[in-house]
């Protein structure tokens, strides 16, 4: 099993570019989120899923979309990029809604 | 009320002695209390976790104390080793949520 894995590793976007960031995960979870990390800002969660075509608000979803049309995957997309969105993206899938497992992680850099 | 606050922001210990790392959370409700560990260009990892109805679990070197009446939460490390120096973050849930608050995050270092 890959576990939770994430595409790209890194991504350099300009100022008002737009980009999606795939999220897949093969163990049959019905959860999924997105987090970003900022230095001396722990984890914060920007959007998040319950189940297939579903989707909901987390802590900072601004500037960003998502879409769980597979139970497998959780895409999250920046439609018009800003430098505030620079950041460490990590996309994380559970069973019920305790343990967490996280992908490796997306570095975006939106110059 | 969704805070998880935690303490210290960065940590050094030397090999062998004790990390602790302290949080604080403000909602009652929350009913999961789990700890990560992430090591630099890595996802986090969950390392521990704990509920409400217990008010300490060990597992090996690991060992989370819960202070329910005071709302705190901390992990010791016993025996630090240059190997488990990371960032830790403490996180908590109600879990008919679906969502996990975490703290802001400790970096340890254990010098050899």
């Known amino acids: 099993n890959a576990g939770v894995t994430q595409t790209p590793k890194f991504r350099v976007l300009k100022t008002g570019q737009s980009m999606t960031l795939l999220c897949a995960q093969d163990m049959n979870h019905e959860y999924m989120y997105w987090y970003r990390q900022d230095p001396g800002m722990g984890l914060r969660l920007i959007h998040y899923s319950v189940g297939e075509g579903t989707t909901a608000k987390g802590e900072v979803p601004d500037g960003y979309n998502v879409s769980r049309l597979k139970k497998q995957n959780f895409l999250l997309g920046l439609e018009s990029a800003a430098p505030s969105q620079t950041s460490v993206y990590f996309c994380a899938s559970s069973y019920v809604a305790d343990t967490q497992y996280f992908g490796p992680g997306t570095r975006l850099t939106v110059l | 009320q969704q805070q998880v606050k935690q303490s210290p922001q960065s940590l050094i210990v030397q090999k062998g002695g004790i990390s602790i790392i302290n949080c604080a959370y403000e909602?009652?409700?929350?009913?999961?209390f789990p700890w990560y560990q992430q090591f630099p260009g890595k996802g986090p990892a969950l390392l521990i976790a704990?509920?409400?109805?217990?008010s300490e679990k060990k597992e090996g070197r690991f060992t989370i104390s819960f202070n329910k009446s005071a709302k705190q939460f901390s992990l010791h490390i016993m025996d630090s080793q240059p190997g488990d120096s990371a960032t830790y973050f403490c996180?908590?849930?109600?879990?008919?949520?679906?969502?996990?608050?975490f703290g802001q995050g400790t970096t340890l270092q254990v010098k050899p």
């Open positions: 996180a908590a849930t109600l879990t008919v949520t679906g969502k996990l608050i």
């Open positions: 704990i509920r409400p109805d217990v």
């Open positions: 909602n009652t409700a929350f009913d999961y």
